[in-house]
């Protein structure tokens, strides 16, 4: 079965710092990999997904993430927080032989210091 | 274009009380899908639709939650009787067909609390 971990439960870091959430990923095939974030009270916004092709993929509001085969890993990245990026962050996998069926991580929550 | 529709945004009820929960999805959608979401935790799904025929219920607790799309659009999650815990986000999503590369599009949620 396919499993999503994600390291860290909370993160701090200072507006304008880079920012990187971790997520390792438990799957048999090539997954499809989604980052998704929740703020307080709304539902989950798709930031980027990854489904081939090339491992860096580009999505909304600036976010960046990295496919490593290798490491099972899909890491998102940010190069400049803003205090608006404080939000939950979950990564999921989905399961490309059971119809979009995805599993998720218990989320990263990101606090910004100004 | 309106997004997925939920109802209520939040409901507090006693333990061994039933409830109900509405989504109406995307125009347009085929599949939708409740997820419940525990404080804390990550969404789990517990039931995904297309059309109006159940695709998979492998993690809804068949003894007590039950949910139907008769006409193949909205969608109703029932609890009877709930217990403490069953307080989570209960969210609804859909996406144009089931295909593994398509987006889930993901509603507000309702806050149950079960007290």
């Known amino acids: 079965a396919q499993s999503v971990t994600q390291p860290d439960i909370h993160i701090t870091v200072s507006e304008g710092a880079s920012l990187e959430l971790r997520c390792n990923y438990s799957y048999g095939a090539t997954p499809y990999l989604f980052w998704y974030v929740q703020s307080p009270g709304q539902g989950l916004q798709l930031l980027l997904k990854y489904f081939s092709g090339d491992t860096l993929v580009q999505g909304i509001k600036g976010f960046e993430a990295e496919f490593k085969r290798s490491q099972s890993s899909f890491n998102l990245r940010k190069p400049s927080v803003h205090w608006s990026d404080a939000a939950e962050y979950f990564c999921?996998?989905?399961?490309?032989?059971?119809?979009?069926?995805?599993?998720f991580g218990g989320g990263t929550r990101l606090m910004v210091k100004p | 274009e309106a997004g997925v529709a939920q109802s209520p945004r939040y409901k507090i009820i006693e333990k061994r009380q039933s409830v109900a929960f509405w989504c109406n999805p995307i125009?347009?959608?085929?599949?939708l899908y409740w997820y419940q979401q525990i404080l804390g935790q990550g969404p789990k799904l517990l039931i995904q639709f297309q059309n109006n025929g159940v695709v998979d219920d492998s993690q809804l607790p068949k003894d007590r939650f039950s949910a139907e799309r008769l006409k193949g659009v909205d969608s109703t999650l029932k609890i009877q009787p709930a217990k403490l815990e069953d307080s989570a986000v209960y969210l609804c999503?859909?996406?144009?067909?089931?295909?593994?590369?398509?987006?889930?599009?993901f509603g507000p949620g309702t806050r149950l609390t079960v007290l």
């Open positions: 125009s347009g959608h085929a599949t």
């Open positions: 999503a859909s996406s144009f067909h089931r295909a593994s590369n398509n987006e889930q599009f």
């Open positions: 999921a996998v989905g399961d490309n032989n059971a119809g979009n069926m995805l599993t």
